[in-house]
């Protein structure tokens, strides 16, 4: 499950997908792994398009990170089903062995 979170990064709020395995919540684990949220789009195979609130941007997947959980500060939403699978995808590609 792919879920969207903000969390708190001192004096900014960043967007980030909070990528969750099922049934895990961020409470269960001390890290979360998540991937920002930009409204600037670049045509890189790493990036995913998004909407948020009526705003587009993508996922950063070259950005990837490990962040404490308790950085998350709030629930945005959920991704649909089918955005989920082109995340996905782009992780697998990304860390696949050559």
């Known amino acids: 499950m792919f879920g969207l979170a903000r969390s708190v990064d001192h004096a900014t709020h960043h967007r980030h997908l909070h990528l969750l395995d099922a049934g895990v919540t961020p409470c269960d684990l001390a890290t979360a792994i998540v991937v920002p949220l930009t409204t600037t789009v670049r045509a890189y195979a790493t990036r995913v398009g998004i ?5 587009a941007g993508q996922a950063a ?3 990837i990170r490990t962040i404490d959980s308790q950085r998350l500060v709030k629930k945005l939403g959920e991704l ?4 989920a ?3 996905a995808s782009v992780l697998v590609e990304m860390f696949a062995r050559p």
Do not use: E, H, I, N
């Open 85 to 87: 699978d082109q995340v």
């Open 80 to 83: 649909s089903a089918s955005l």
């Open 61 to 63: 997947l070259d950005q």
């Open 51 to 55: 909407r948020l609130k009526g705003k």
